[in-house]
């Protein structure tokens, strides 16, 4: 024994001979254990083997990361490329009708005169600016110098078309189109810059197409990539528990086989329930018990929640159906006494004096007004939703807007307040009876703030697809700092405090010309106050 080295579970020799006592665990098993063999195989230790195996499983995982990564990387960049091909794509076509729209405008104006302003140059130049910008992004994300340089002179093709189409557009404000000279000119146009735009789109889309298929080409490393990856991990899980895991739990179950055969002398002070093992135990019971003092705590707070919002929903429901009661019932007590005024004044519009007829008139214009309205009321109280759906029909602009100064005219006179309409035949898209009752608003409006000897002026263009209207007057104007926020509910000045009302005239114009999906908003005005309405334009089907 003297002459021999035992080795214990770490690796570690101790010297067997003249030690009165094993100097540890794995000793004190040894010495219970049958004879080995004199010579010992020394192989890597199980924490060798763990860290080993854990190494390989996450260089797999890492692996299979930076493959994810390095495909997620790739195919990024080419979907950017291919997206910013194809806006430059989107932009080029852009140009092409902004360039194709301003030459009809011209076109189609006949009888220009040398020094007119012409068509709005303003959307191509716009059209030229977004390509610079899209053209310039693309030459700073180049890869390499080499490939910048070459973007770069791709980029010049924008600069020569703003010098043709500046070109032209000086020789038509000089030269009208319908002469030899802007023929001329607009012939020599027509074989540049198309061909450019042509050429440039063909380019963008030889681009974009192969960003699509270098995206594709990706497809097969990636695959091999993850198919070798999810080959080597469960090889790598077979190895790890052949060499690893299985010796090790056959010496668990060789050491607890053992164990049963020692005695109670031989056992540590705190052994069986009151080891670490046992402790974890209980120290989980433990926090199984509070989870559970936790939950029950949280399930009677959420009942009391649920109880509390379903009693609120109940008291909005019934506040939902006492509005919708009170709607109809007002509405019914309404129209009783309207349909009466109605009545008397169509058998009024029969009086021979001419003055009184126009008066029962509009009397019955207004009830009728009034009883629409009324009507409205009723079918928000009987729709689920509770909003006021507005019809979407086609609607003569200008009849629309005399026919609000007309209903507005006595009001007008009264106030000293004079009107003008220049309007060009517009046809809109919305609801005749609400757009009538937006600008009445307008006019009512500038009737009670715009000060006697104000001029109120009601002007319109197409514009796109929509109708520009711009209702200005040459009144006192906005009180300072109140600006944008008087198109909100509710807002009112001094002089709307001195004349009654409730800030809502402006508000319910703007909420109607948003419904039509159309907008409201302040316009730039020296003095006095503007308005511009824009309302999408009737198209036939």
């Not at 303003?122 to 390499?144: F, I, M, S, T």
């Not at 540049?192 to 080409?217: F, N, T, V, Y």
Request: aromatic share 6%; net charge positive; glycine share 8%.
């Amino acid at each position: 024994m003297s002459a021999k080295r035992r080795w214990c579970w770490n690796s570690a020799p101790l010297p067997w001979a003249g030690s009165s006592r094993p100097r540890c665990r794995a000793d004190r098993l040894a010495a219970r254990l049958p004879p080995r063999p004199s010579r010992m195989t020394c192989r890597p230790s199980l924490r060798f083997r763990l860290w080993l195996g854990a190494l390989l499983l996450a260089g797999l995982a890492v692996t299979a990361a930076g493959l994810a990564a390095w495909g997620l990387i790739r195919t990024q960049a080419h979907a950017i490329e291919a997206m910013a091909a194809q806006n430059r794509i989107e932009a080029y076509g852009a140009l092409s009708a902004r360039l194709n729209e301003w030459l009809l405008a011209w076109v189609g104006a006949p009888g220009m005169v040398t020094g007119m302003p012409g068509p709005d140059s303003r959307p191509v130049v716009q059209a030229l600016d977004r390509l610079d910008r899209l053209l310039a992004e693309d030459v700073k994300a180049a890869p390499d110098p080499t490939e910048a340089t070459v973007r770069a002179r791709q980029s010049m093709t924008p600069a020569r078309l703003r010098g043709l189409f500046n070109q032209l557009e000086s020789t038509f404000r000089t030269t009208p189109p319908d002469t030899p000279a802007g023929q001329a000119a607009l012939a020599f146009h027509a074989a540049q810059a198309p061909g450019a735009i042509a050429r440039q789109i063909d380019h963008e889309m030889h681009r974009r197409e192969a960003a699509l298929a270098a995206m594709q080409s990706l497809r097969r490393p990636l695959l091999t990539g993850a198919a070798l990856v999810a080959l080597a991990a469960p090889l790598v899980l077979a190895a790890l528990y052949l060499l690893v895991l299985g010796p090790l739990f056959r010496r668990l179950r060789q050491g607890t086989a053992f164990a049963a055969t020692l005695s109670a002398a031989d056992l540590p002070h705190g052994a069986g329930g009151h080891d670490e093992l046992g402790l974890m135990f209980a120290r989980l019971r433990q926090m199984a018990a509070r989870i559970d003092r936790r939950r029950a705590r949280l399930e009677a707070a959420i009942e009391e929640r649920t109880a509390a919002l379903s009693a609120a929903n109940d008291r909005l429901a019934l506040i939902d159906r006492n509005r919708r009661r009170f709607f109809a019932d007002v509405g019914h007590e309404l129209r009783t006494p309207l349909t009466v005024i109605m009545g008397e004044a169509e058998l009024g519009e029969a009086h021979p004096d001419p003055e009184a007829r126009a008066a029962f008139q509009t009397i019955g214009a207004r009830a009728a007004r009034l009883f629409r309205r009324i009507e409205d009321m009723l079918r928000i109280a009987r729709s689920e939703s509770g909003r006021l759906e507005l019809a979407a029909e086609r609607v003569d602009l200008g009849a629309t807007v005399r026919g609000a100064l007309a209903d507005l005219a006595p009001a007008l006179k009264r106030a000293g307040v004079s009107a003008q309409v220049d309007l060009p035949p517009l046809a809109v898209r919305g609801d005749p009876d609400w757009l009538r009752q937006v600008f009445a608003g307008l006019f009512e409006n500038a009737a009670k703030y715009a000060g006697r000897g104000a001029e109120v002026t009601v002007s319109g263009r197409a514009d796109g697809g929509m109708a520009l209207v711009r209702v200005a007057d040459t009144g006192r104007g906005l009180p300072e700092g109140l600006g944008a926020a008087v198109l909100d509910r509710f807002t009112r000045d001094a002089q709307a405090d001195q004349g009654g009302g409730f800030g809502v005239g402006l508000a319910l114009a703007r909420w109607v010309v948003e419904t039509l999906a159309g907008s409201l908003v302040l316009a730039p005005s020296a003095t006095g106050l503007a308005l511009d309405l824009r309302l999408p334009l009737w198209e036939e089907e």
